[in-house]
């Protein structure tokens, strides 16, 4: 086998490798485009969720409404249960920290 032949080889051979690279790169970027199109969809749903929200709601206003729902609920002894539950886990992990 000559230089020529060798080299004309190894040439064909990296045009094929190439052509191989070229499609797994162009597959790649399709997903790519794919993945970055449902993220801004994810996105604006997001958004939208939030829209829906209110701006912002001062503490006094989330506890009275708290209390609200806590007063209307059918099972008035399981709320009061969890909240003294939840009272009594926040003193002793306040504790333990301090």
Do not use: C, F, W, Y
């Not at 080299?7 to 997903?31: K, P, Y």
């Not at 993945?35 to 506890?63: C, F, G, H, I, N």
């Not at 209390?67 to 209307?72: E, F, H, I, S, V």
């Amino acid at each position: 086998m000559t230089d020529a032949t060798r080299d004309a080889a190894t040439i064909d051979a990296l045009r094929a490798e190439n052509g191989i690279l070229r499609a797994r790169v162009e597959a790649a970027e399709a997903a790519i485009a794919d993945l970055r199109a449902e993220a801004l969809q994810r996105r604006q749903q997001v958004r939208e969720l939030v829209a829906d929200l209110p701006v912002a709601m001062s503490r006094k206003t989330l506890l009275r409404q708290v209390l609200r729902d806590g007063l209307k609920h059918p099972d008035k002894r399981g709320v009061v249960t969890r909240a003294t539950n939840k009272a009594r886990r926040d003193a002793r992990d306040a504790l333990r920290r301090g």
